[in-house]
Nanobody, 120 residues
Framework: QVQLVESGGGLVQAGGSLRLSCTAS????????MGWYRQAPGLQRELIAS???????YYHDSVKGRFTISKDNAKNTVYLQMNSLKPEDTAVYYC??????????????WGQGTQVTVSS
């Protein structure tokens, strides 16, 4: 009964900033890797940033230097700080988490998606 709920999307002008949040709730033993994906209209969903349980991070080249992924373990929340936004960043953003649902098993969960629209 784990659920990931996203927030923080919206409309912003080019050059502006948004911070997305994704909070996991429910019965869980722990959270492993987390990531942010996005899907632009007519395109496939792609990984843009991820963070491991040891806080190692990955960024897609298209967002490197502009986006920052972070997490708050106490709040079971992962964030995506998006600065210097471009119209090309317009997409539905999804969070994903590998969650230990029992002591010995884990599975991936997806957030519901949040729309980010960047106007030029």
């Amino acid at each position: 009964q784990v659920q990931l709920v996203e927030s923080g999307g919206g409309l912003v002008q080019a050059g502006g900033s948004l911070r997305l949040s994704c909070t996991a709730s429910g019965d869980m033993y722990g959270i492993n890797d987390m990531g942010w994906y996005r899907q632009a209209p007519g395109l496939q969903r792609e990984l843009i940033a991820s963070i491991t349980s040891r806080d190692s991070t990955y960024y897609h080249d298209s967002v490197k230097g502009r986006f920052t992924i972070s997490k708050d373990n106490a709040k079971n929340t992962v964030y995506l700080q998006m600065n210097s936004l471009k119209p090309e960043d317009t997409a539905v953003y999804y969070c994903n988490a590998d969650i230990d649902v029992t002591y010995y098993s884990s599975r991936y969960y997806w957030g519901q998606g949040t729309q980010v629209t960047v106007s030029s």
